[in-house]
């Protein structure tokens, strides 16, 4: 390989999971709306068919691939048809996740709802990691970005959140490894922290939500758009920089300090 296809940048392609709503559909939306041909893969096939609606004249460079990415044989065949349609890959959005079990005290969570957790935010981001990995490994021109979304949550916890909070905790050390484990080959990966974007998962954060001195208060959140445009700027870094870790948060909320 020469010194100049070593340092070519990977094209303007990307995965992003859980693209069929909030998060993941304003990330899609974003980068479509920028030049990027985007592979979008979530369970629901009409949820991306509503995203990919979003997208106007761009939906031409989208492709929806119905996956649940608990299952290793369903990323694999996710990534092939990315690669197929639109050649060497230059990002993953590792951005599917779900909260199941919050408001549950520890001691009644059952452990089915906390096993549904670890395998849809921490297995299944793994198994997305991993193939992007080997994709990236293996193309020419080598390399691309991972950006993991994490949460505030990764930081400071919830009451009554123990599952999504571990996975999320875990999701920093999945994103450290990958960030270590990449260099050699120009594999880039930082991680977003997301506190309180408003989406269908947040809407209990207006309408009140427990604190931790047992209060039920309303939260302020932010535009999802201001998310969206905070990853595309992680994502357009060449792969000689990389934000590893970034926090995007309404400003109001209580994070900062004691409550």
């Given at each position: 390989?020469?010194?100049?296809?070593?340092?070519?940048?990977?094209?303007?392609t990307?995965?992003?999971?859980?693209?069929?709503?909030?998060?993941?559909?304003?990330?899609?939306?974003?980068?479509?709306?920028?030049?990027w041909?985007?592979?979008?893969?979530?369970?629901?096939?009409?949820?991306?068919?509503?995203?990919?609606?979003?997208?106007?004249?761009?939906?031409?460079?989208?492709?929806?691939?119905?996956?649940?990415?608990?299952?290793?044989?369903?990323?694999?065949?996710?990534?092939?048809?990315?690669?197929?349609?639109?050649?060497?890959?230059?990002?993953?959005?590792?951005?599917?996740?779900?909260?199941?079990?919050?408001?549950?005290?520890?001691?009644?969570?059952?452990?089915?709802?906390?096993?549904?957790?670890?395998?849809?935010?921490?297995?299944?981001?793994?198994?997305?990691?991993?193939?992007?990995?080997?994709?990236?490994?293996?193309?020419?021109?080598?390399?691309?970005?991972?950006?993991?979304?994490?949460?505030?949550?990764?930081?400071?916890?919830?009451?009554?959140?123990?599952?999504?909070?571990?996975?999320?905790?875990?999701?920093?050390?999945?994103?450290?490894?990958?960030?270590?484990?990449?260099?050699?080959?120009?594999?880039?990966?930082?991680?977003?922290?997301?506190?309180?974007?408003?989406?269908?998962?947040?809407?209990?954060?207006?309408?009140?939500?427990?604190?931790?001195?047992?209060?039920?208060?309303s939260?302020?959140?932010?535009?999802?758009?201001?998310?969206?445009?905070?990853?595309?700027?992680?994502?357009?870094?060449?792969?000689?920089?990389?934000?590893?870790?970034?926090?995007?948060?309404?400003?109001?909320?209580?994070?900062?300090?004691?409550?």
């Amino acid at each position: 390989m020469t010194d100049a296809q070593q340092n070519a940048e990977p094209g303007r392609t990307a995965v992003v999971t859980g693209g069929g709503s909030g998060i993941g559909r304003a990330v899609a939306l974003e980068l479509l709306a920028h030049g990027w041909s985007v592979t979008l893969a979530g369970r629901h096939g009409g949820r991306l068919e509503e995203t990919v609606a979003l997208a106007g004249e761009a939906a031409g460079r989208a492709l929806m691939v119905p996956t649940d990415v608990t299952r290793p044989e369903e990323v694999r065949a996710l990534f092939a048809s990315a690669a197929e349609r639109f050649g060497p890959l230059g990002l993953l959005f590792n951005n599917a996740g779900i909260f199941g079990g919050g408001g549950v005290p520890v001691e009644e969570l059952a452990y089915e709802t906390w096993r549904e957790v670890v395998e849809v935010n921490l297995n299944g981001a793994f198994l997305c990691a991993q193939t992007a990995f080997r994709h990236f490994k293996e193309q020419r021109p080598q390399g691309g970005r991972i950006i993991n979304n994490g949460s505030v949550s990764a930081h400071t916890p919830r009451p009554h959140s123990i599952a999504y909070t571990a996975t999320k905790h875990a999701m920093t050390g999945l994103t450290k490894s990958l960030s270590l484990d990449g260099r050699p080959y120009r594999i880039a990966c930082g991680q977003i922290d997301i506190g309180n974007a408003a989406t269908d998962m947040t809407d209990r954060m207006r309408a009140g939500i427990l604190q931790a001195d047992g209060s039920v208060r309303s939260e302020p959140v932010m535009d999802v758009a201001d998310v969206a445009r905070t990853v595309r700027h992680m994502a357009e870094l060449p792969l000689d920089a990389n934000v590893q870790f970034a926090t995007v948060m309404a400003s109001g909320m209580p994070y900062i300090g004691r409550g």
